[in-house]
Each structure stands twice: as C-alpha cells, then as structure tokens.
Nanobody, 127 residues
Framework: QVQLVESGGGSVAAGGSLTLSCAAS????????MGWFRQAPGTEREGVAA???????SVADSVKGRFTISRDNAKRTLYLQMNNLKPEDTGNYSC?????????????????????WGRGTQVTVSS
C-alpha cells in the first residue's frame, strides 16, 4: 500500500524558513520521481519542485532561488527546504510520486498523471 506522509508545515513570518519532509512507503522509492505541489484556497494546485529518480531537479519560477528539493533514498524521504518565505507561499503542500519524470510532468502541468498524492501539510506565512 502506497503511503506518502508529509510533515514540517507550520506558521512563520515572512522571511522565515521551513523544511518539509515526505516519508514514503509501499513502493520502490528509489525508482520513482517525486514532487512537491501546493494549493491555496480558491486556487488550483500547482507544481513547486520536482526531483526525478536520476536526481534531475526543477523548481517553479515563483520559488527559484528560495526553495530546494532533495531526496534521501536510504531514508525513503523527500525534502523541501523553503527559505525567505513570502505570504504568497501560503498553502497546503503535498508530495506526490510518479513512475515517469516528475520534472516533465510539472513542466507540462499534467497533474492528472500523478500516480499518488499525500494528504499534505499546511504552510502559513504572515506578513
């Protein structure tokens, strides 16, 4: 049974930092691409950052230079380091897995192609 469990969300003032984690189980983690997505109330879910099984990464233009995605295959965990947070970064952050390249999936905006989603963790940034 596939499980993706996010943690690390919270409330922070603008300019602060948070590190999100996503613990994965139930599938061959090291062979899957992973990604972070976020959704604010009243908006569509959007891709934030992705890392393929071969280590290739991508981040959305809106977070470039502030967010870093990484993975630890031994720990079966995905991370998102978020620095210099802004109020517009507020949202529910969820991780997802995909057998194909997540970098390409996010670039195309093909969210329906995601194999499995976690439930998410809330990030709130106050001004």
């Amino acid at each position: 049974q596939v499980q993706l469990v996010e943690s690390g969300g919270g409330s922070v003032a603008a300019g602060g930092s948070l590190t999100l984690s996503c613990a994965a189980s139930g599938f061959a983690y090291n062979t899957y691409s992973m990604g972070w997505f976020r959704q604010a109330p009243g908006t569509e879910r959007e891709g934030v950052a992705a890392i393929d099984s071969d280590g290739k990464t991508s981040v959305a233009d809106s977070v470039k230079g502030r967010f870093t995605i990484s993975r630890d295959n031994a720990k079966r965990t995905l991370y998102l380091q978020m620095n210099n947070l802004k109020p517009e970064d507020t949202g529910n952050y969820s991780c997802a897995e995909n057998k194909g390249r997540m970098t390409a999936l996010q670039r195309r905006g093909a969210l329906r192609s995601v194999d499995y989603w976690g439930r998410g963790t809330q990030v709130t940034v106050s001004s």
